[in-house]
């Protein structure tokens, strides 16, 4: 029964309520299931050819062998396969942003003011 263009009457009420307390629980239900499709994918590993074409410059691989061996890149080893993994990866390109002068200023301060004998 539709109430949507209805005039509702006294004894059409307990309808009218019980109507929308099932829309409620169907959209409710639609919702819940929309929350669930909408959770992140698990966490995604690279292997170092797909981080190449992951990464926004796209590196050659000796560049990234490179980064490895200065420690510079987030990366696993096991055994002689590297492995990346892309939530360490995006975290890494976030973090490598440029700070402003006013940033630079602040962090010597803190840097000198820690050192031994301080700022004078």
Not at 12 to 33: D, G, H, R, Y
Not at 55 to 82: E, F, M, N, S
Not at 92 to 119: C, P, S
């Amino acid at each position: 029964m539709s109430f949507q263009d209805e005039t509702l009457t006294f004894e059409q009420l307990p309808q009218a309520v019980a109507a929308l307390i099932n829309e409620v629980k169907e959209m409710k239900s639609l919702l819940q299931t929309k929350q669930q499709v909408a959770v992140e994918p698990a966490d995604q590993w690279f292997n170092l050819e797909e981080l190449c074409a992951y990464l926004p410059d796209r590196p050659a691989k000796q560049t990234v062998y490179g980064w490895i061996g200065q420690h510079i890149i987030p990366y696993h080893k096991k055994g002689k396969k590297l492995q990346f993994l892309k939530s360490e990866i995006d975290q890494w390109l976030l973090a490598d942003q440029h700070q402003t002068l006013v940033q630079v200023r602040a962090q010597a301060r803190r840097d000198f003011e820690n050192k031994k004998g301080g700022l004078k």
